[in-house]
């Protein structure tokens, strides 16, 4: 993960928490609470990939496990926050662009689905039986329905961020799986085959032609 998008990921991801805690947190809606910070994981995800991804949204889930009135584990939210950004990091769409809204909002789907059930397996393992009391399935319903009316509005702003001011200026055309000067490594090449095309052995043969 690049130096450059370390800020850029802090920033998002505390205004994330803050909305989530201060705002949406107190709204007291049916079912589920509207997940910004998922639909921060899942737009750093999509630009940043499954390692950018997994690691963002560890740092992500780990504070909201500590911001207060957290009421759960340490780590529960980490741990699935963090599955979910290297899931989406997986779909990532090529150069980090989405191509269309309903790819992104499929994503969105798939991760509210997800992360609710397994914060609700989790939360079973470890004791936390408060879903059973609201309803796994109204839970589910809920956070899918609350994430995609955000989705349109949070994930494209959270990518547009990432794109824009996550990019390091040390490095060239550096690439997640490539490692860093591979791009610079490629034009090289395509430059040196283009030189040495079939007009410029032509000239060469000729240039040979002509010495005595």
């Given at each position: ?40 994981v ?20 780990l ?15 980490a ?134």
């Amino acid at each position: 993960m690049r130096l450059a998008r370390i800020p850029v990921s802090a920033i998002l991801i505390l205004l994330g928490l803050l909305l989530q805690v201060s705002v949406f947190g107190r709204l007291q809606l049916p079912g589920a609470t509207p997940d910004i910070l998922l639909l921060v994981v899942v737009g750093l995800a999509l630009v940043y990939g499954p390692t950018g991804g997994c690691l963002v949204g560890f740092a992500a889930g780990l504070l909201a496990d500590l911001a207060p009135p957290s009421d759960h584990a340490i780590g529960r939210y980490a741990l699935v926050l963090c599955l979910m950004g290297y899931a989406a990091g997986l779909l990532r769409p090529e150069h980090g662009r989405q191509r269309s809204v309903s790819s992104a909002l499929l994503v969105v789907a798939g991760a509210a689905v997800a992360s609710t059930l397994l914060y609700a397996m989790v939360g079973a393992l470890v004791g936390d039986t408060a879903a059973r009391h609201v309803g796994l399935g109204q839970l589910v319903v809920t956070a899918l329905l609350y994430d995609l009316l955000l989705a349109p509005f949070v994930v494209p702003a959270v990518m547009l961020v990432a794109r824009r001011f996550g990019k390091d200026p040390l490095s060239v055309a550096e690439d997640d799986e490539g490692g860093p000067g591979l791009g610079s490594l490629t034009r090289y090449r395509t430059t040196r085959e283009a030189t040495a095309g079939p007009g410029y052995r032509k000239k060469r043969l000729l240039g040979a032609g002509k010495r005595p």
